[in-house]
């Protein structure tokens, strides 16, 4: 399968959605020409980001969507016109397996991947939007320390387009706690944020993408504090008047 579901029935107004979940390749694309040891690499995954999520899910009592399958094979948070969709190479390292693919193959991986992902998550939030508060969206992902030859300072990174409620208040917080938190850091929610613009905006309601720097969540201590952490700080921020607001653009 596509996905993965985790507590669909959570009755906390929260979702969390993970598209870097997995590393996973079906046999059938032979690692898409990679090494194993290439595949245990941030190009794959977010590492760290699934245990994280799943953490998160049981102890908010919250709905949570994982993808299944490396985003080498196709990154569920690239729109399908949007370069990256099927990357043909990846922080130096090229991507056999992605050179010179077909319509056809394309297509093939849009369908049995990408659309199942989105759906399932689009179905989660449809649901949530029948209680009186406007559910909240969180997007989980982490990323690697050094990125094409650059430092990356932050602990964590909130990412946001249009509605930065979200992305305001966590800063805020997890900086309270001494953490360096970036604002649109390390990318840009203008420019990477495809399955917020799809499953949060288009709904309007309050969502963010929060990243964290890969060596923080690499081992089960950083797993267990960054759960608890989150934890604490996403139940305050769920309860402020702000977020029960539907906002349309």
Same mark, same amino acid.
């Given at each position: 399968m596509a996905y993965e579901i985790i507590n669909p029935d959570g009755a906390t107004n929260i979702v969390l959605i993970s598209e870097?979940?997995?590393?996973?390749?079906?046999?059938?694309?032979?690692?898409? *020409?990679?090494?194993?040891?290439?595949?245990?690499?941030?190009?794959?995954?977010?590492?760290?980001?699934?245990?994280?999520?799943?953490?998160?899910?049981?102890?908010?009592?919250?709905?949570?969507?994982? /993808?299944?399958?490396?985003?080498?094979?196709?990154? /569920?948070?690239? /729109?399908?016109?949007?370069? *990256?969709?099927?990357?043909?190479?990846?922080? *130096?390292?090229?991507?056999?397996?992605?050179?010179?693919?077909?319509?056809?193959?394309?297509?093939?991986?849009?369908?049995?991947?990408?659309?199942?992902?989105?759906?399932?998550?689009?179905?989660? @939030?449809?649901?949530?939007?029948?209680?009186?508060? /406007?559910? @909240?969206?969180?997007?989980?992902?982490?990323?690697?320390?050094?990125?094409? *030859?650059?430092?990356?300072?932050?602990h964590s990174g909130m990412l946001w387009n249009r509605d930065n409620r979200v992305a305001v208040k966590l800063k805020e917080r997890l900086e309270a706690h001494g953490y360096h938190v970036g604002d649109n850091e390390p990318y840009s929610g203008q420019e990477l944020n495809h399955t917020m613009n799809t499953h949060g905006t288009q709904h309007g309601i309050p969502h963010v993408n929060i990243e964290i720097r890969q060596d923080e969540i690499a081992h089960s201590a950083g797993i267990d504090k960054w759960s608890e952490l989150l934890s604490r700080e996403l139940a305050h921020i769920r309860e402020l008047p702000e977020m029960s607001k539907i906002i349309h653009y």
């Open positions: 870097h979940a997995s590393n996973y390749i079906p046999h059938e694309y032979n690692n898409l *020409g990679l090494s194993e040891e290439q595949l245990q690499l941030h190009i794959a995954w977010d590492i760290g980001i699934a245990e994280v999520t799943r953490n998160l899910s049981r102890m908010l009592d919250a709905p949570a969507i994982l /993808a299944n399958f490396s985003r080498l094979l196709i990154d /569920a948070n690239r /729109a399908l016109d949007q370069d *990256g969709l099927i990357p043909i190479t990846s922080d *130096g390292h090229k991507i056999p397996g992605n050179q010179s693919i077909t319509d056809n193959e394309k297509r093939k991986r849009i369908e049995a991947f990408y659309l199942p992902f989105h759906e399932c998550a689009d179905q989660v @939030i449809r649901k949530k939007l029948n209680n009186a508060h /406007a559910p @909240i969206v969180f997007n989980m992902h982490s990323f690697t320390p050094h990125m094409n *030859g650059h430092e990356r300072p932050w």
